[in-house]
């Protein structure tokens, strides 16, 4: 397949791109670089040794989406471009609402309008809210804590709603956990601008000695040792459910959770971190973050028997390939 991948420069988007190339089929990106660096494309071809088309645009941009479009025939798009700062998202929500919507919604509208039928979407674990774990695709989803969070679940719906209009249109909702990792390569992997907000990025700076300490926030939940427990996924095994997932889609609404099924506590993390690595990481508790739940991992059972996918890098590996790239990385 000739697949148009968005957001393709970007820490989920690059691994996507290398197991989609490392099978055989072909990709274009297009990416805007707001949270990315060229370099990235190069990188991709490196560890694959297949060129890659790449336009740096922005996918809110209809005339540029257009040209596109018209410049290629795809067979599916891959839409990972988007804003993903929850905590920003809080204070600057009309950028997301439209970078997240729009981008959305005028790829979608240029699919339909040249025949383009597989739709891929970057969801989110987040559109759960608060239910309870494990996280059902069946479940009726709850309002989430933060506007990203809504895009997220108005996507869903907007995709879902052009589907059912279009019945040719078809599309899987990937709802990821909390992917983390690296390529074994070590060349590309997740290089946020700025102090991180997730853990694992906060862990890797903290190893390097760029940031003095990890704050965890919270160890009074109700979970095995009181510190938030989240589903950790290695982004090499999240790329690869793409792909699954991108051969598979033939007809209407495809949701996928795309987890372990096992959640993992912040101190078995760092834990972990400490012993693969053989690096302290220095740590002090702190309050809770506001809008953090308890715990959050997936059911996994209807990736595995509708894909035929499940993960199977363990945290060890996650820990050891964070670390190899924030080692390497340099730019
Ligand atoms: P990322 O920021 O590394 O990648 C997103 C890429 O999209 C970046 O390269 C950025 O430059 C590009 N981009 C953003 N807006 C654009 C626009 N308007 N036009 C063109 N390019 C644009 O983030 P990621 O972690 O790789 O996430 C990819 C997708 O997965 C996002 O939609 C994100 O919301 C979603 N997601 C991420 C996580 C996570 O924890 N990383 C979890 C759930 C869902
Ligand atoms: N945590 C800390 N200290 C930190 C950062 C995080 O203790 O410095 C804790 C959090 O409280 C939480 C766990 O580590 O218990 C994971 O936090 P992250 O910020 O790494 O991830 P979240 O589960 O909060 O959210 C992430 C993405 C969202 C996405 C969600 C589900 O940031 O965009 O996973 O996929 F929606």
Do not use: Q
Not at 142 to 154: D, F, Q, S, V, W
Not at 187 to 209: C, D, Q, R, S, W
């Amino acid at each position: 397949m000739n697949i148009l991948v968005t957001g393709g420069a970007g820490y989920i988007g690059s691994h996507t791109c290398v197991e989609l190339l490392n099978s055989n089929h072909s990709v274009v990106i297009v990416d805007n670089l707001i949270n990315s660096k060229v370099e990235s494309i190069e990188k991709i071809e490196r560890i694959t040794g297949k060129k890659i088309i790449f336009y740096e645009k922005d996918v809110t941009n209809e005339e540029a989406v257009d040209k596109i479009f018209n410049n290629h025939k795809f067979d599916g798009v891959i839409h990972f471009a988007g804003l993903k700062a929850v905590g920003e998202s809080v204070s600057k929500p009309l950028d997301y609402y439209y970078n997240n919507l729009v981008s959305t919604m005028i790829l979608s509208k240029a699919c339909i309008k040249y025949n383009v039928n597989k739709f891929v979407f970057s969801s989110s674990a987040t559109v759960y809210g608060e239910n309870k774990v494990p996280f059902v695709e069946t479940m009726k989803l709850l309002k989430t804590t933060n506007p990203y969070g809504e895009t997220k679940a108005m996507s869903e719906r907007i995709l879902t709603d052009t589907s059912l209009a279009n019945v040719d249109f078809s599309v899987a909702l990937l709802r990821y956990f909390n992917p983390v990792g690296a390529h074994e390569s070590g060349l590309i992997g997740e290089a946020p601008n700025g102090i991180p907000n997730n853990l694992m990025p906060y862990i890797t700076k903290v190893a390097k000695g760029e940031l003095k300490k990890l704050s965890i926030f919270g160890d009074d939940y109700d979970t095995v040792d009181g510190t938030g427990v989240r589903d950790y996924i290695h982004v090499v095994d999240l790329a690869i459910g793409h792909v699954k997932a991108i051969e598979k889609l033939d007809n209407g609404v495809n949701i996928y959770n795309l987890g372990t099924g096992k959640g993992v506590s912040v101190l078995e993390i760092v834990n972990a971190f400490k012993e693969e690595n053989d690096i302290d990481i220095p740590y002090e508790i702190v309050e809770r973050r506001p809008g953090d739940i308890a715990s959050s991992y997936a059911d996994v059972e209807k990736a595995k028997k509708e894909l035929n996918w499940e993960a199977k890098k363990g945290i060890k590996e996650m820990v050891k390939d964070s670390w190899r790239f924030e080692k390497n990385y340099s730019i």
